[in-house]
């Protein structure tokens, strides 16, 4: 299994992209908004993959972040849905949208994606209802980019790395946090402390979505007192 790769991206496409390692043209498929994210052509690159292998194809699928891949994975689970949809459902949704819409059974949101028609929209937030909350919990923590090859070591020797691994490369400098990063740990660390107050997974993904909604941005206290509101009994 091809976990993760890094090299010089030789050219992009708006779902795809050729990286050169050590002489080698490795096709990745991307989403679009993970292609719109990678530097120009001549520049350094990595990517966390899947290999996909079929009788017909073998097929590598890049993922800037480890969380990505797990949203890729847990989406692919779902009868109907392939590697070309499940990119396109990231792509139009991104990971903390996607988790979002499916923890508010949101399935309208899914249905914008190419190629999703209601049916399948529904049947994936059904589906993953009760999955969204563990990756959603653990999304600060695979927020972590793949990095780029100066990171791993330098740019003269880019490289194909076995298995995936959410931390960066030995030596890789600290990168500041992206505004989706850190969105993802403010709803991770929001859902972990309404589970640990004893809510359930479900409805605690649930009032911390929405919470995010209402306030996009907010920190992980305020989600948690407008999650709490939420959550309160009604009269």
């Avoid at 991206?9 to 991307?30: F, M």
């Avoid at 993953?128 to 020797?157: F, H, R």
């Avoid at 969105?183 to 859902?191: E, K, R, Y």
């Amino acid at each position: 299994m091809i976990g993760r790769i890094a090299g010089v991206i030789l050219h992009r496409a708006h779902d795809q992209v050729l990286i050169d390692v050590r002489g080698v043209g490795y096709i990745v498929h991307v989403s679009e908004r993970t292609a719109a994210g990678l530097p120009p052509v001549g520049q350094a690159a990595a990517l966390y993959t899947e290999l996909v292998v079929r009788e017909d194809l073998m097929q590598l699928i890049g993922f800037p972040t480890m969380l990505d891949k797990e949203w890729h994975r847990l989406l692919t689970s779902v009868q109907g849905v392939g590697a070309k949809v499940s990119l396109a459902i990231l792509s139009t949704l991104g990971p903390e949208g996607l988790g979002r819409a499916i923890a508010l059974g949101d399935w309208a949101s899914v249905r914008k994606a190419n190629g999703v028609g209601p049916k399948l929209a529904q049947r994936i937030v059904l589906e993953l209802k009760d999955k969204a909350p563990s990756v959603m919990a653990l999304g600060g923590a695979l927020t972590i980019d793949a990095g780029d090859v100066a990171a791993g070591g330098g740019a003269e020797e880019p490289g194909i790395e076995p298995g995936p691994s959410a931390a960066p490369a030995q030596g890789a400098a600290a990168r500041p946090a992206s505004a989706a990063a850190l969105t993802g740990q403010a709803m991770a660390d929001a859902l972990s402390a309404l589970t640990n107050l004893g809510y359930g997974p479900s409805e605690a993904a649930s009032a911390v979505a929405e919470a995010q909604a209402r306030e996009p941005g907010a920190a992980m206290p305020a989600l948690i007192r407008a999650a709490l509101r939420l959550l309160a009994p009604k009269d």
